[in-house]
């Protein structure tokens, strides 16, 4: 069996790029991470995408982006913490790149991370092309 890949770009972002290669328009810019609590099943194992979703299934928190870099020639990985109080308790699993518009460019769930009081934790989404 094929391992599922748990990020996938969102049709809005496929169908911006296409737009903007055919007609010369512009891209929105990826400005903001967004956390959830509903990325899995109840078994605990992470919920397939399918690239047209819009919203988390449980979002708790959208921050702005901490910084981003080009690891390869299409691919780009945007960086975003939590500080030691953000979402202190709170159980993350979905994860979201959000755009200057508010909309969903790219989308990830995970298995269940606990977010501990007393520590940062870093996360990071690669936006391949």
Known sequence: MAEQILTVTTAYAREQMARARA???T???VAKMAFGSGGVDAEG???PLDGTEQALKA???VKDIASFEFIAPATIR????LAETE???KTINE???VDSAGKLTAVRTMTNKIKDADMEF???IDDIY
């Open 23 to 25: 007609e010369g328009g």
């Open 27 to 29: 891209l929105t810019k």
């Open 45 to 47: 194992k992470p919920l």
């Open 59 to 61: 979002e708790l928190l």
């Open 78 to 81: 945007y960086i975003c913490s």
């Open 87 to 89: 979402l202190a308790g």
């Open 95 to 97: 994860l979201a790149l």
């Open 122 to 124: 870093i996360f990071e």
